[in-house]
């Protein structure tokens, strides 16, 4: 079984600040992806960055990049440079390359304040 | 095409009817799945499906049938409704071939059970 752990239920930024989402997440394979969704009140979801476990490197994606450390099993999303839009609720996510099943983490409402 | 269509936006049922929800994707992916969602909590999955065939079935009621009729839909029909599966219903499809490069999900079914 996968499981993934979001423990900020709420996070606040100031505009132009810099935030952190931590995830932590269990899984028994060795072939996983790891996921940050971004899902506003419209309730679209819409990828915000993957990491796939077998790089090193950290994705990055412009203000979104991740610290992704494996032996720890923890995934943190960094939004440099936060703007109104990013206000929303991010879902980290969690599947294997041997599986179907995409499971996510309860999430994190972040609150973007001017 | 890199779309998720799912149809209708929005439902309401009573509990003696029978309604089905549709989901239709042209990106070749031959996974999806069907995920219920209350406000302010994660999409909990439901149902994976394959290849057409059902991989994954999360323990749901069997007033919700899913249907992979071919690798491009995905039908879930609901019969018998209770007031509390009044829900947001994702659709999302995945590529098999390859990488698990990113889940592409659907607007969603609102669902109403009255």
């Known amino acids: 079984a996968q499981t993934v752990t979001q423990s900020q239920p709420e996070m606040s930024v100031q505009e132009a600040e810099t935030v952190t989402l931590s995830c932590t997440y269990d899984t028994s394979e060795s072939d996983y992806y790891l996921f940050w969704y971004k899902q506003p009140p419209s309730r679209q979801m819409i990828l915000v960055i993957r990491?796939?476990?077998?790089?090193?490197q950290n994705a990055t994606e412009n203000r979104f990049s991740v610290n992704f450390q494996k032996a720890a099993k923890s995934f943190s999303l960094k939004i440099s440079d936060s703007q109104l839009g990013d206000a929303a609720m991010y879902f980290c996510a969690l599947t294997s390359n041997s599986g179907y099943a995409l499971n996510f983490g309860k999430g994190t409402s972040l609150l973007v304040t001017p | 095409d890199t779309e998720v269509t799912q149809t209708p936006k929005h439902l309401v049922m009573g509990m003696t009817n029978k309604k089905s929800l549709k989901c239709e994707q042209h990106?070749?992916?031959?996974?999806m799945y069907w995920y219920k969602q209350k406000a302010k909590k994660p999409p909990e999955l439901m149902f994976v499906y394959s290849y057409e065939k059902l991989s994954i079935n999360e323990s749901v009621p069997s007033r919700f049938s899913p249907e992979c009729p071919n690798s491009s839909l995905l039908n879930l029909h609901l019969h018998a409704l209770q007031p509390e599966d009044s829900a947001l219903y994702l659709c999302a499809s995945f590529p098999l071939a390859g990488r698990r490069t990113e889940a592409f999900f659907g607007q969603g079914t609102r669902l109403t059970v009255v």
């Open positions: 990106m070749g992916h031959r996974a």
């Open positions: 990491q796939e476990a077998y790089k090193q």
